[in-house]
Nanobody, 127 residues
Framework: EVQLVESGGGLVQAGGSLRLSCAAS????????VGWFRQAPGKERVGVAC????????YYADPVKGRFTISTDKDKKTLYLQMDGLKPEDTAVYYC????????????????????WGQGTQVTVSS
C-alpha cells in the first residue's frame, strides 16, 4: 500500500523560508509522477509544483515560480519542497501526492491517475 507522510510545516514571518518533506513507502518511486498541492480556507486544492520522475521534467505554478523548488531523493524515497520568500498568500495546508502522468495547462497543474494523498501539513505566513 502506498503511504505518504508530510512534515516541515509551521509558522513563519513574511520573507522567511520553510522546507517540506514527504516520505514515501510501498511503491516503486521512479515509476510515478509526484507533486505538491495546497488548499487555503474556502478555496480549491491547486497544484504548486509537479515532477515526472521518469522523464526528468518539472513544472511550477505561476505564483510560486522563482520562490519554490521541488526535488527528490530516490534512495530515501523522499520528496521535498523548498519554499523561500514566503508571502501571506502562501498560507495553506500543503499536500504531497503521487500519480501517473502530468496535467499541464494554462492556469492548471496537476497529476493524472492520482494514487495517493498525504495527510497534509499546515504552513502559516504572518505579515
Amino acid at each position: 500500500e502506498v503511504q505518504l507522510v508530510e512534515s516541515g510545516g509551521g509558522l513563519v514571518q513574511a520573507g522567511g523560508s520553510l522546507r517540506l518533506s514527504c516520505a514515501a513507502s510501498g511503491f516503486t518511486f521512479d515509476e510515478y509522477t509526484v507533486g505538491w498541492f495546497r488548499q487555503a480556507p474556502g478555496k480549491e486544492r491547486v497544484g504548486v509544483a509537479c515532477a515526472g520522475l521518469r522523464e526528468g521534467v518539472i513544472y511550477y505554478a505561476d505564483p510560486v515560480k522563482g520562490r519554490f523548488t521541488i526535488s527528490t531523493d530516490k534512495d530515501k524515497k523522499t520528496l521535498y519542497l523548498q519554499m523561500d520568500g514566503l508571502k501571506p498568500e502562501d498560507t495553506a495546508v500543503y499536500y504531497c501526492a503521487v500519480g501517473y502522468g502530468l496535467v499541464v495547462e494554462p492556469g492548471r497543474l496537476g497529476l493524472n491517475n492520482l494514487q495517493r494523498w498525504g495527510q497534509g501539513t499546515q504552513v502559516t505566513v504572518s505579515s
